[in-house]
């Protein structure tokens, strides 16, 4: 049984200040970190449930999920990425003090043709700073517009909420793999290992060393290696492999990963979060990478919830840093050949991600600034010869890295636009585009400056 604990804020015990050595003591956003939050993590774990046209919330369970490594400098996610965005609002002043877009399993599995013969409910979980004061809780979902609308909200008593203890496993190995720093002013990166039994602790920390150098090898990584930290955790699986990895294969791993998600061979989920979330709460994280123990190709990358990628694939390194643009900057898959089991964007309204665009006026691209004077939007390319096979025309050189509107991303063959030819985000390319580039950035910037 797990042990419940009730925490009263305010004692001194849980008094501290943030001073990260690349900012000033005196930065008004530490002060407000201090002013309305303490040192730990506050994990609300909850079901989520419905069908394509409905969805219920219900709170399973509060944990206090360790000291807090999450950004503390820029409180508000100013870019507002997500399908869903948290907002954690002070009750004495009604000023939001913290909030952060996300993607959930649940959101993209209710665009499924499942979705609209059923309903099912999910695992979900979201992590805020432990508030000192009274708070409420809103959660915010796009329209069919594009546009937040609050879906669901509730209220925390923080003097007196109770809370689980921080999950514990004695097999559970904590490796600090690279540390530049203050958790608190860094992005950390966690790995996790599923399909790994007791005797393949140097096969984890191989493949661990595989996605730090792959994901450090690519930029915009490489330049800001020293803006992270990363941690590996390994905790060992009954059997090797992962469910679903040849037909009738269904090892009992430990984080429940699995091929076959929503009916796609290659789409690589788990079906616990609780569970992923425990064992990645044993080391500080901002960002969680699950590491699979097989060859078969696949993987999956979801804004602000993990990474999934097989470790011993053809193109692992690739599908490692492809799965990092989603997880990290919310990028979308700028293709539009491959199946996918949920429905496509609507070419009507301008999407949220930073690298696609159904809006075609060059005055108001959402990378224009980007773009040479005098590039044609649309840009031409010779999408019809790609289109049957002759994939050498991504590497034209009269078009590689250059800026503009190319038709096709998203999913969509017409009336959606990416940014340059090609990208990591596009094919097995070895570079992210200026404009994936550039939003990889902005979020980066908002865990350490």
Excluded at 229 to 255: M, R, T
Aim: glycine share 6%; aromatic share 14%; net charge negative.
């Amino acid at each position: 049984m797990k042990s419940i604990v009730k925490f009263t804020l305010f004692s001194a015990a849980v008094l501290f200040a943030i001073a990260c050595t690349s900012a000033p003591k005196t930065d008004s956003n530490y002060e407000a970190f201090n002013r309305y939050f303490t040192d730990s993590t506050l994990r609300i774990d909850f079901w989520h449930s419905g069908n394509d046209t409905s969805e219920n919330f219900a709170i399973a369970k509060y944990i206090n999920d360790g000291p807090w490594a999450g950004r503390t400098a820029h409180l508000l996610d100013k870019w507002e990425l997500g399908l869903y965005f948290i907002k954690v609002i002070d009750q004495q002043s009604g000023e939001v003090i913290y909030s952060q877009g996300y993607n959930s399993v649940f959101g993209e599995w209710q665009t499924t043709a499942e979705a609209q013969k059923s309903t099912q409910k999910f695992m979900e979980a979201f992590r805020i700073p432990w508030p000192k004061g009274n708070v409420t809780v809103q959660l915010e979902k796009r329209d069919a517009n594009n546009n937040l609308q609050p879906i669901w909200n509730f209220n925390i008593d923080a003097k007196s909420i109770v809370a689980e203890k921080r999950f514990t496993d004695n097999r559970a190995k904590l490796t600090k793999v690279m540390d530049n720093g203050d958790p608190k002013c860094k992005a950390d990166i966690v790995i996790v290992g599923d399909g790994y039994t007791a005797n393949d602790t140097a096969v984890f920390n191989n493949d661990v060393k595989t996605f730090v150098d792959a994901f450090f090898g690519t930029e915009p990584f490489l330049s800001r290696k020293s803006d992270f930290n990363v941690w590996s955790v390994f905790a060992p699986s009954p059997k090797e492999g992962i469910n679903l990895q040849e037909a009738d294969y269904h090892p009992e791993n430990i984080l429940g990963t699995s091929f076959y998600t929503f009916g796609i061979e290659r789409y690589v989920l788990s079906n616990n979060e609780w569970t992923v979330k425990d064992y990645a709460s044993v080391a500080p994280y901002d960002f969680l990478v699950i590491l699979m123990n097989t060859n078969k190709y696949g993987g999956g990358g979801i804004f602000n919830l993990y990474i999934t990628a097989a470790a011993h694939s053809p193109h692992n390194q690739y599908v490692m840093v492809h799965e990092m643009g989603h997880h990290i900057a919310g990028l979308a898959d700028e293709y539009y050949t491959s199946d996918v089991a949920y429905a496509p964007a609507n070419t009507k309204v301008e999407p949220w991600e930073f690298n696609v665009t159904a809006l075609l006026n060059p005055d108001s691209l959402k990378w224009a600034d980007l773009v040479a004077p005098g590039t044609p939007i649309p840009t031409p390319w010779q999408k019809d010869e790609y289109e049957k096979g002759n994939t050498s025309v991504l590497h034209d050189s009269t078009l590689v890295g250059k800026v503009g509107a190319y038709e096709g991303g998203n999913y969509l063959s017409k009336g959606m636009y990416r940014p340059e030819v090609n990208c990591i985000m596009f094919s097995k390319n070895k570079r992210f585009c200026k404009v994936c580039t550039r939003g990889i950035n902005r979020v980066i910037d908002l865990y350490v400056n």
